[in-house]
């Protein structure tokens, strides 16, 4: 006790009450210097809401499409529904993106805190610059040629090659190495990840659903 | 303060300002003005004068760039800060151990 009273008496005029207060506030300050985005937990339950109520709608639409929740008439065409469902995703992405623009907008009233730190900042100039947009195209392009002319056996090995390519890009990109640290790996992560969901998730849908030649059904 | 007590401690870290801009410069390569300035909620007089202490003290370096053609300063942790920074946390650790002790 002795010892941090004797601290505190060199402290000056902005003065932490204890070490442990003086700790704690160092390590939020690491966090919210870090922090890849901050919204508030109101926006994040909203989100989930409507990802509950798209998914209800979704599940009607597809398994009892006559009931009262679904559209009240006969069974929906294949490519009806596909539209439908494609409609309600993009509707419950933007309205949880917007509903979290919308709060997010409102707590910097007053206090106005940055909406993006620099590391946030420099991730999204990496994934939405000319470059990061132009890999994309590249992937989207590969994965469409690849899975028209290949087979299934092929596909680990496409996934691989993609996935090099993706992995790259960060590296290249000037601006991304200014915040190498700690960003780079997350980035890197966050690019195989993003790259492996496209290709083995994602992007087989829209080319088989798209493309008559190889309907599912 | 006996010698012993004062180990660790650096008169730098002795205003919150100041402790706030290392700890933001220890998990993040380098960090500019502005989103400092928003960061801290502070004006930018208080913050250019800390950050001057800082740099006197050779705890940051400077870096003067442009982005967009408009002038962008950064800030970066020299080795010497960084050592100083973990030197004040271990003497906080310190004190921490000897109130329980006590």
Known sequence: MRFSIIYFEFQSTFKMKTPEEELAEIKSMMERSTRFLSLSGFSGMLAGMYALAASVTAWYWIYFPSSSWGTGSDTLSFRELVNRLLLLGLATLIAAVGTAYFFKQKERVGCNPPLLVPSQQALLTVLISSRGLRRLLLLCLAARKCFRTYSCSHAPFLRHRLGTICSIYPREDQKFRLYSTPLGLDCCILSRFWTALLVTRFWPIPCNLWNPDVLPI | ?102
């Open chain 2, 1 to 102: 303060m006996s010698d012993e007590s004062q180990k660790g401690y650096d008169k730098a870290f002795d205003n919150v300002l100041r402790l706030r801009i290392m700890s933001i410069l220890m998990v993040n390569e380098r960090y500019d003005f502005n989103s400092f300035k928003a960061l801290l909620q502070v004006t930018d007089g208080n913050l250019a004068s800390h950050l001057k202490h800082l740099e006197q003290a050779e705890f940051i370096r400077v870096e003067k760039s442009f982005a967009s053609r408009k002038p962008l300063t950064t800030y970066v942790s020299t080795d010497k800060g960084r050592k100083s920074f973990q030197a004040h946390l271990d003497f906080l650790e310190q004190l921490i151990r000897q109130n329980k002790a006590s």
